[in-house]
Nanobody, 116 residues
Framework: QVQLVESGGGLVQAGGSLRLSCVGSGRIFSINTMGWYRQAPGKQRDLVASITRGGYTNYADSVKGRFTISRDTPKNTVYLQMNSLIPDDTAVYYC??????????WGQGTQVTVSS
């Protein structure tokens, strides 16, 4: 059984920062590409950042230059540092394998709300 638990979300003003964390139940981050996804109300769930087992990162155009994905393999944890937040970043953020996330692995996500 794989469990992914996201945390670190909250309410922040535009221009502020947050760091999200994702902790896995097993040693899965060392062999899989991990990603952060987000879903705004009424919108599709989209991949915004990913990191391979070799440390290669990829970002959606909407977050390039503002978000940074990283991982701490011994802690089985993936992070998303979010800077210069804008209201369009408001969404529930999830972590999962990328680019093909197993349906059963989705967690509850963590809410990020950016006020103007």
């Amino acid at each position: 059984q794989v469990q992914l638990v996201e945390s670190g979300g909250g309410l922040v003003q535009a221009g502020g920062s947050l760091r999200l964390s994702c902790v896995g139940s097993g040693r899965i981050f060392s062999i899989n590409t991990m990603g952060w996804y987000r879903q705004a109300p009424g919108k599709q769930r989209d991949l915004v950042a990913s990191i391979t087992r070799g440390g290669y990162t990829n970002y959606a155009d909407s977050v390039k230059g503002r978000f940074t994905i990283s991982r701490d393999t011994p802690k089985n944890t993936v992070y998303l540092q979010m800077n210069s937040l804008i209201p369009d970043d408001t969404a529930v953020y999830y972590c999962n394998f990328a680019p093909t996330p197993p349906t059963d692995y989705w967690g509850q996500g963590t809410q990020v709300t950016v006020s103007s």
